[in-house]
């Protein structure tokens, strides 16, 4: 009797270390699994960050190519319209197509370079407008600040403001205006653009314009949390305002 006892003893310690041994053993081939599906799913994450950074660059090159053809049109219209100022905007004119030519190619391109072509294509449109035209600029650029000559601005940023401003401004309104303030202090990019405008002109061009939704779409892919981009439109007065956070976006350039 007492020898049944201990066979029954030995044989539940028996099943009991096998049973230890079987669950560690599933316990170590479920651990092994789940660091291969770990290390699996994070080299599939990083194939797709690939692949959605190549297909990002690709829609910029592709909007890059519709939007140069656009600007040298309206560029070139400009000058052709008032012939007789032709000579005066020929150094702007060089300034604007040097830029376009060989600047726009680049993916970033520094603050000053981009701000003396958004002034110099200001020059260009002023050709367009009389003389006692109520055009008011601003300017306040802090050039010892420490992103203004740094790679971090993409070019051609400014051109969808400007070329909005002149296009749809009301001229022959008694009161009609173009006010543009450009501001870079602190790492922060400001631009403003306020015209007299004709409202229905502004929604068919919010509606359907390719030169706005391309405007927004590379505000998203380049800069996406680092900007902010604010449109009003109010008693016939148009008004834009972007500003780009670029010293954040120049710090997360440089530790990415």
């Keep these: 009797m007492e020898g049944n006892y201990y066979m029954i003893h030995d044989y539940l310690i028996f099943i009991g270390v096998f049973a230890i041994f079987f669950f560690l053993t599933v316990s170590i081939y ?79 391109v520094s603050p000053k370079e981009e701000l003396n072509f958004a002034l110099s294509l200001i020059e260009i449109n002023k050709i367009k407008i009389n003389p006692l035209f109520d055009f008011r600029i601003k300017s306040r650029i802090d050039k010892s600040d420490t992103v203004y000559e740094e790679k971090v601005f993409a070019p051609l940023i400014s051109v969808d403001l400007i070329e909005n401003a002149f296009k749809h401004t009301d001229f022959l309104a008694q009161d009609s205006f173009i006010s543009i303030q450009l501001e870079l202090e602190d790492g922060i990019f400001t631009m403003k653009v306020s015209n007299k405008a004709s409202l229905k002109n502004v929604l068919e061009k919010e509606k359907s314009g390719f030169g706005s939704q391309s405007f927004d779409q590379r505000l998203k892919m380049i800069y996406n949390n680092h900007y902010s981009l604010h449109k009003s439109s109010k008693n016939g007065i148009f008004t834009a305002e972007l500003t780009i956070n670029l010293r954040e976006f120049y710090d997360k350039m440089r530790y990415s």
């Excluded at 007789?84 to 060089?94: E, F, I, P, V, W």
């Design 30 to 108: 479920l651990f092994s699994q789940n660091q291969k599906f770990k290390i699996k799913n994070t080299k599939l994450s990083e194939a797709n960050k690939i692949i959605e950074q190549r297909l990002n660059e690709v829609q910029l090159e592709h909007i890059g190519t519709k939007l140069n053809p656009h600007l040298f049109k309206n560029i070139l219209n400009s000058v052709q319209s008032h012939a007789y100022q032709t000579y005066m905007s020929l150094d702007k004119l060089a300034n604007v197509l040097d830029y376009i030519l060989y600047e726009s190619n680049n993916k970033f």
